[in-house]
Nanobody
């Protein structure tokens, strides 16, 4: 069994920064990719950023240039550095990991950006 534990969400003013973390634990043989998605009220879940085992990254258009995804392979942890936050970034942020080609989701962490 694999668990994903997210941390780092909270309330921040527009223009501020937050750093999210997601640590994977359990029976982990290989992590193929880790990433972040978000879902705002009344909207569909959307890609924020993803990083593959090879280090390739992909970002949603709305966060390019503001958010940076990184990973610590030794800790099975992925990070999302969020800068220049906007009120429209307000959402529940979910960690997603593909481990040994199975998909796992975290429980979500709330990010609220006030104007």
């Amino acid at each position: 069994q694999v668990q994903l534990v997210e941390s780092g969400g909270g309330l921040v003013q527009a223009g501020g920064s937050l750093r999210l973390s997601c640590a994977a634990s359990g029976r982990i043989f290989s992590i193929n990719a880790m990433g972040w998605y978000r879902q705002a009220p009344g909207k569909q879940r959307e890609l924020v950023a993803v990083i593959t085992s090879g280090g390739s990254t992909n970002y949603g258009d709305s966060v390019k240039g503001r958010f940076t995804i990184s990973r610590d392979n030794a800790k099975n942890t992925v990070y999302l550095q969020m800068n220049s936050l906007k009120p429209e970034d307000t959402a529940v942020y979910y960690c997603k990991s593909i481990i040994s080609w199975s998909t796992y989701w975290g429980q979500g962490t709330q990010v609220t950006v006030s104007s």
